[in-house]
Structures are given as C-alpha cells and as structure tokens.
T-cell receptor
Framework: GENVEQHPSTLSVQEGDSAVIKCTYS??????FPWYKQELGKGPQLIID?????GEKKDQRIAVTLNKTAKHFSLHITETQPEDSAVYFC????????????FGTGTKLQVIP | DAGVIQSPRHEVTEMGQEVTLRCKPI?????LFWYRQTMMRGLELLIY????????DSGMPEDRFSAKMPNASFSTLKIQPSEPRDSAVYFC????????????FGPGTRLTVT
C-alpha cells in the first residue's frame, strides 16, 4: 500500500518568514495530493490540493509543488502569520472510484510573532 | 450548512465498557469515513462507507470495533469492550461522489479509556 513520509515533524518560523514542509510517497499510481490544516481541537481542513498533471499550484500565500519522478511534493507558505500556526498534513491518493487517502504524520508549525 | 456533526465531543469511560460514537454527515454527501488519530500512529482510516454500504473496513483494528450506517444521515462507531489503547481522537468525515473530492472532517470525539 501507499506510504507517505512527512518532514519536519515540527517547524518554528518568525512571522513574515516562509515555511516549507516536504512529503514523499511510495506508490507511483498515486495522482492526487491534498494538504490539510488542523487547528487545536478541530478536525483537519483541506487548504490546497494538486493533481499529477500539474507541477505547481498556488493560492494566495500557499503553494504546492509536485515532482512525480522523484515522488515528492511540498507545501510552501510565504509571509507567515500567527494564524498559520497549526498542524499540517500531506496526503496521497489515487483518483477515480474509491481510493484510500493515506496521510503523512503531520508537521506542527509555530509562527513566532 | 452545519458541517459534519459528531457526538459526544468528549467521552471518558472505564475499560470494558461499551462506547458508541455518533456522526451526522453533511446533507447530500454519500461517502463517509471514520478515522482515528493518535500521537503514535497519526491519522488512520478505520472504515469507509459509500451510499451507506461499507466499502473498506480493512483499517478496523479488531472485532471489538464495529461501524454502521443505517441511513444517509447517521453513522455509529462502536467499541465493545473498550481498552485503554483505544484512547484517541476519532474523526468522522464525509464527501460527495466516489471520485476524489474534498473530505469534510467533523470536530472529533476525544475518547479516554481508563
């Protein structure tokens, strides 16, 4: 089955700096890669996703990149703000019909004001 | 829309007791997922329903766990008998269709088994 590894497990950045979280996956058939943000006491919430036919996607201050050859994808947050502090999860899945979503182990991001 | 609703939000019980967690998915969503989150194992899929039918229960840890979805607006996850290692946060999520779309997570139930 799919295996998703995520690094780092914790990340502290100064407000205004950038944060980068990296993930690798094992199943070359995976072609859908969502990122979730989990705030304290809440369930994960999708913040951005990317499909295998796209190498990069951007939404305001967040962007994701995908390298299918190397089987890794990354989340980039620019101009970080204190409200970005949360746990971030990457995930990988196939698409079409039922495809199990496999989550990474999470990165706890702390933005220091 | 109220989003995915889970109850109770917190449950503390003694080892050996039966525990029932409840979930109401978003109206119109026909796929429902139960996840378990722990520090050691992260976020694990326990079971997936599509149109009220269990499709994949390979993540259910053992026979002590069972899940039902009697109708499109309600699902339960039952643990009987409960054990301290079942302590975790249990999330329910729902989504539309069978292709990959966004999963909407509920707020979770924090279960503590003493």
């Amino acid at each position: 089955g799919e295996n998703v590894e995520q690094h780092p497990s914790t990340l502290s950045v100064q407000e205004g700096d950038s944060a980068v979280i990296k993930c690798t996956y094992s199943d070359s058939a995976s072609n859908y890669f969502p990122w979730y943000k989990q705030e304290l006491g809440k369930g994960p919430q999708l913040i951005i996703d990317i499909r295998s036919n796209v190498g990069e996607k951007k939404d305001q201050r967040i962007a994701v990149t995908l390298n299918k050859t190397a089987k890794h994808f990354s989340l980039h947050i620019t101009e970080t703000q204190p409200e970005d502090s949360a746990v971030y999860f990457c995930a990988a899945s196939g698409s079409g019909g039922y495809q199990k979503v496999t989550f990474g182990t999470g990165t706890k991001l702390q933005v220091i004001p | 829309d109220a989003g995915v609703i889970q109850s109770p939000r917190h449950e503390v019980t003694e080892m050996g007791q039966e525990v029932t967690l409840r979930c109401k998915p978003i109206s119109g969503h026909n796929s429902l997922f139960w996840y378990r989150q722990t520090m050691m194992r992260g976020l694990e899929l326990l079971i997936y329903f599509n149109n009220n039918v269990p499709i994949d229960d390979s993540g259910m840890p053992e026979d002590r766990f069972s899940a039902k979805m009697p109708n499109a607006s309600f699902s339960t996850l039952k643990i009987q008998p409960s054990e301290p290692r079942d302590s975790a946060v249990y999330f329910c999520a729902s989504r539309t269709g069978t292709s990959v779309y966004e999963q909407y997570f509920g707020p979770g139930t924090r279960l503590t088994v003493t």
